[in-house]
């Protein structure tokens, strides 16, 4: 929790070479993992947290952000669909929007070398992306004004200026309902 994500993976390794069935240290592990953009080897701990404690709904949504991050968001939906069934509180659905769009967000605005998110896609492919994500955040809160307002750079980017429009005209009606 204070950011020290590698030497918090070596104590959950610690953990799992004791107990290799340890539910928490795998979540937290694989949480750690995602944090230093590495999803490919979160999401095994996360699936493997799924095989152990099917109940949890944190564990399909993280592997579901680890898919989206991966660009794979069918295999995304299918994780959130369970996580919902398991958790249907409006207050947990919105946070899940919320991370869902963020990682959108961040897919947007991290470049190169510095890119801590996603795969390394660049160009239309990146945007390509970034839509995937942010429509998935937009699916599971519609009044997300944060998500459209990038949807609507997205298809700037991608040349579609209807879309744009669409998101844009989407953000200004989201922007005003708050306001009221």
């Known amino acids: 929790m ?4 590698q030497a918090a993976i070596q104590v959950f390794d610690r953990v799992l070479a004791q107990d290799p069935n340890h ?24 699936e493997r947290a799924i095989d152990l404690d099917p109940e949890t709904a944190e564990h399909y949504r993280n592997a579901a952000l680890c898919q989206l991050e991966l660009d794979e968001p069918e295999a995304a939906r299918t994780l959130l669909d369970e996580a919902r069934k398991l958790n249907s509180e409006k207050a947990w659905l919105e946070a899940t929007a919320v991370e869902i769009a963020t990682l959108g967000e961040a897919l947007l605005t991290e470049s190169g070398k510095h890119r801590t998110r996603g795969i390394g896609l660049t160009g239309k492919a990146r945007y390509r992306h970034a839509r ?26 991608l040349g ?8 844009t005209q989407l953000a200004g009606r989201l922007m005003r309902a708050t306001a009221l």
Do not use: I, N
């Open 2 to 5: 204070s950011g020290h994500h």
């Open 160 to 167: 579609d200026t209807e879309k744009r429009d669409q998101y």
């Open 23 to 46: 539910v928490l240290a795998l979540s937290a592990k694989g949480s750690s993992l995602a944090s230093l953009g590495r999803p490919r080897e979160a999401l095994k701990c996360f």
């Open 132 to 157: 995937h994500v942010l429509e998935m955040a937009l699916e599971l809160h519609p009044g997300l004004t944060e998500a459209a307002r990038a949807l609507a750079d997205v298809w700037a980017h």
